[in-house]
C-alpha cells in the first residue's frame, strides 16, 4: 500500500487496489455539536409557551408534548443541519464552482452556482427527474461531494422522517414487509443481475487480501465460504437460511458441505431463481429447497445452523428482539447462529442520517434495525445468546458495492431501455454514494457469530476450530 501527503491537507491518501480510495474525506458536523439537552428544552418549552400564550388547561400540556415532539424534534434536526460546525476537519476540497459538477436544466435551481452549494436532497431529486444533470462520473462526483453540496435536512426529508419512517418502524405488519419486499426484489432479476452479476448476491462480499484486486465473483466466494467456516457447517447438518434472497448461499452449503439446507424468502422472483439454481448445482431437492414464506410463518422445527444474512434490517427495530427469540427456539441447543447484519456508528454525522434517509425511500423501505453495534450485541445477550465473535466488514463492502457500481454503470443502455431513466439514475447514485458511506464508516456491516448461552454448551469445542487455530 503507496500513500500520499494531499497538498495543503494533513491526511494520507490511500492507494490500495483492492478498494476505492478516498478523494476527500471531509468530515461533516454531527453528534459532537448536538446538543440533547437544548432538544429536551425545546420539546418542553414549545408546549409550554403554547399553553400559556393561548391559555390552554394544563391538562393540554402533555397531550402536545407528546403531539408535537417528533415535529420538533425533526424541525430543531433540519436547524442543527444548517448550523452547525464541521469538527476536526482536516481535508480540504478542490474549492471548484457548483457548476464545474452540475448542469442546471431546470430554471427553478438556477440559485446554485459559484459557492452556493445545493443540499443533497435537493440535488438527487432533482438529478432523478432530469433537473438537473451531472458532469462527470457520478461516483467521482460524489467523490467531490463537499465541494457543491451541502448536508443539511430539508423540509421535504423532515416531513418523510415524520410521517413515513416513523410509522413504517412503529407498525412491520406481514403485510406490509411482503409489499415492501416484492415491490422491490421482484422488480425484475434482469435489474438485479446488471449490478450482481452472475453470483446473484446482495450481500457484502470479502476481500482476501486488501493489497489484491479481486473480482466481484471471487469476493461473493470467499464469503460463501467464509460463512460456511465460521458457522462449521458439516455434512447431513440442518441448515436454515433466512432471507435467503436468490438462494445461492443455501445451494452453495448443499453443495459444498452436504447440508440439508432451506432457504426462506417472501421474494416470488427469489424463489423460482433460487430452486433453479439449486438444480444448477447438480443438488437434489431433497437436500435443498427455497420457500417463499415469511419469516414469522417459519414451522418451529430445529435446526443445527442457522445463518440470516442482511435480513434482519428488514424485521424492524420493534419486532427485532421477538426476531431473535425465534431464531433461538429454532436452534439446537449446540447449534450455531451467524448474523449478519448493516449497522451504523453512534458518533453519527448529518451526511449519514441524510444517506439513511434517502435509502429508506428510494432503496430499502421497511430496513429500520440497521444500529450501532453496542444495540446489536445487547439485543442478541438479552435474547439468550452469547456473542461468540464479531467482524466488522464495513470497507470489504464498499469494495463490493463499488464492483457493483461499475457493473451497474456498463449496463446503462439496457436498464434505460427497460426501466427507465430514473432508476437508471436512482441506483447510480445508492451505489456510488454507498460505496463512499460504507469505506469512511457512516454504515457498516458487522459479521456475528453466536449460540445459546447454555452451561452445558461445548465452549471448548467451538475453539479448537475457531479462526485462530485454523
Known sequence: MASSVKPGASWKKTNYPSIKNAEYPVEVAGNESFNNLHLAMVILGVPSMIVTIFKLPLWAYPLLVVGLALPIFASYFVYGSKFAVPFNNRVQTPGKKVEDYLTIVDPAFQQYKGKNRIPMETFFEAYFDGKIDINQDCLELLENRHDWAVFQMTASQAKFFVTQWIPETLWHSKKQDEDQVRDHYDRGDDFYAAFLGPRMIYTSGIMSDVNKKESLEQMQDNKLKLVCEKIQLKKGERHLDIG??????????????????????????????????????????SQARIK????????????????????????????FNEFLLQVKDMLNDDGLFYLQIAGLRATWQYEDFIWGLFMAKYVFPGADASMPLYWVIKQLECAGFEVQNVDTIGVHYSATIHRWYLNWMSNQESITATYGKKWFRTWEIFLAWSTIISRQGSATCYQIVAHKNLNAFDRTGLQAKNRFNA
Open 292 to 319: 417463499c414464506m415469511d419469516y414469522r410463518d417459519i414451522p418451529r422445527e430445529k435446526w443445527d445452523k442457522i445463518t440470516c444474512l442482511e435480513m434482519a434490517e428488514h424485521v424492524g427495530i420493534r419486532k
Open 244 to 285: 435467503c434472497g436468490w438462494g445461492t448461499l443455501t445451494a452453495y452449503a448443499a453443495k459444498n458441505y452436504g447440508t440439508d439446507s432451506t432457504g426462506i424468502t417472501l421474494g416470488l422472483n427469489q424463489t423460482a431463481f433460487g430452486n433453479n439454481r439449486i438444480k444448477e448445482y447438480g443438488v437434489p431437492e
